[in-house]
């Protein structure tokens, strides 16, 4: 996704970049699930806030990278689940592999020093913080001499 840049003020809109995968697991009939996490985003005077939905996952599961202007978010994980026995004459043992990697082009005005994550009830939340020469300015009354 990328911030496009409005003409009246500061950039507020996300535009899907690569909307990659999330591969659920394998069904009975060897098709694969897609899933990509949900995104919102919000925009306050102080900052944008994107919040991923990614519910069933740790904090440790994540991978946030900042390479120049490009977020990415990321997340490999490998589920095991056995229905019968504990050995290795299992009757039957399921697993499956998710992953996702969603990317987001971020514009001038946000403070890549002051980005903030946190995980809580299956979303994550990043912070990016606006610079502070990107802020609405309070209007004020300039007199003349």
Avoid: H
């Avoid at 690569?18 to 949900?38: H, L």
């Avoid at 697993?95 to 946190?118: C, D, G, H, Q, V």
């Avoid at 995980?119 to 309070?138: H, N, S």
């Amino acid at each position: 996704m990328t911030l496009v840049k409005r003409t009246d003020r500061f950039p507020s809109v996300f535009d899907d970049l690569f909307a990659t995968d999330w591969f659920g697991g394998v069904t009975k009939n060897g098709t694969g699930n897609f899933n990509t996490p949900a995104v919102n985003i919000r925009e306050n005077e102080d900052s944008f806030m994107v919040e991923l939905a990614a519910p069933g996952l740790n904090k440790a599961d994540f991978n946030i990278e900042l390479d120049n202007d490009l977020l990415s978010i990321s997340s490999e994980k490998e589920v095991e689940r056995e229905t019968n026995g504990n050995d290795a004459n299992y009757t039957r043992k399921e697993f499956s592999y998710t992953s996702f990697k969603r990317s987001f082009t971020l514009p001038e005005t946000i403070n890549p020093e002051a980005i903030e994550a946190s995980y809580k009830d299956g979303i994550l939340l990043i912070t990016l913080p606006k610079k502070e020469e990107a802020k609405v300015q309070p209007k004020r009354l300039i007199e003349i001499s």
